[in-house]
């Protein structure tokens, strides 16, 4: 076993030597051999002097990591460089994935270590303001590796979530329509005049940055080196700074810092987790009514509500109050596909299942299911991921 190779992988930063970590130049300093993107070693030429550098293309992520690992075994001390952090869409997961294949284990003799770095949407957003002070999330736009429909359903999700997004990968020359369906996509949850930032090689020599909206983007210079920040509802630009509110002007008065009347310093909002259940359960709305008001699974509403938890048998003793019940079923997404009226009567659990006996024949759901809340006189059954079943609503009581 050797028990003297190494492989580093090393975030760079944005490019710019004077944002490199002292780790990040201690590791590269210390190795044999440095392997990396030829671009990315270009950054850092003037700390390769005395090194065995081994250069690769573009798409040779694997190429490099197998590389690495060989020189690790042979008892170098190898980094392996990645621009921004190698963490974020860098060399550090497709190096772990090779490890592993290989049957690599911390206990084998290669010390495998990841040094961060300054990630490109930290970089960019440091250059236009501070668009990132709120929730945000990055997303690739590369369907190279990732299908499309993954993709899409990221998009929609963080569209109607309202966080801020960074785009990776967002256009190259053979992929030039994805930037246009993300666009697309997010247009559907919000306005046009959304404030983007595209920065091109942060810290860099040839820098770029352009500011615009949701609306206009795609008329932008965007490529492979850009990295696209996109604001929420509340994001602004003012004096060529690109600013999304962190939320004190939902507690203070920025101006002074006074406390706004019914809120505390210190203490959650009054729209925070317990004032909201509050007043969800005061509302007098239908679960329903709310979980489309506020764009959430209707099971998150009726556990927010709180309503009585019951167990199998207690469901069908429940049904068994009523001379009639209705039943609702519920498709993907909780959405209703199919309402029949039924008795108490009718209802028999055999082989698994809950039959109900309908005029036409029989209708037969999963049982028992794992969870069911009452709500009022409305019973929801649930499966364990949370997704509603079936609604029973009490007709005439018996």
Known sequence: ?????????????????????????????????????????????????????????????????????????????????????????GMAGP??????????????GIDVEVIPGTSALVACAARVGAPLTHDFCAISLSDLLTPWAVIARRLDAVGAADFVVAFYNPKSGRRSQQILEAQRILLRHRS????????????????????????????????MLSTVLIGNSHTFVRSGQMVTPRGYANKYDVASGTVFEGEQAGRSLSTGLTGWREALAASGETAESLAAVFNLPLAEILRLREGATLSPEEILAWCARWAE????????????????????ADMRVAGGELAVDLPGGSLRLPWPVPQATLSGQTLYAMNSGGEVLCRIDAGDAT
Do not use: N
């Open 95 to 108: 190096t772990y994935e090779v490890l592993f294949e290989a049957g690599w284990t911390p206990e084998s």
């Open 192 to 223: 046009p005049d959304t404030p983007v930032a595209i920065v091109k090689s942060a810290f860099r020599p040839r820098e770029r940055i352009e500011l615009s909206t949701l609306g206009q983007m795609a008329e932008c210079e965007i490529g």
């Open 325 to 344: 019940i209705r039943l609702t079923l519920f498709g993907p997404a909780s959405r209703p596909t199919l309402e029949v009226r039924a008795r108490a």
């Open 1 to 89: 076993m050797i028990s003297t190779g190494r492989i580093a992988i090393v975030g760079i930063g944005p490019g710019s030597l004077d944002h490199m970590t002292p780790a990040a130049r201690a590791a590269i300093d210390s190795a044999d051999t440095v392997i990396g993107y030829v671009t990315y070693l270009r950054l850092i030429e003037e700390l390769l002097d005395g090194k065995t550098v081994i250069r690769k293309a573009m798409a040779e992520e694997l190429g490099r990591a197998e590389e690495a690992l060989a020189r690790a075994q042979q008892g170098e001390r190898v980094a392996l460089i990645s621009s921004g952090d190698a963490g974020v869409y």
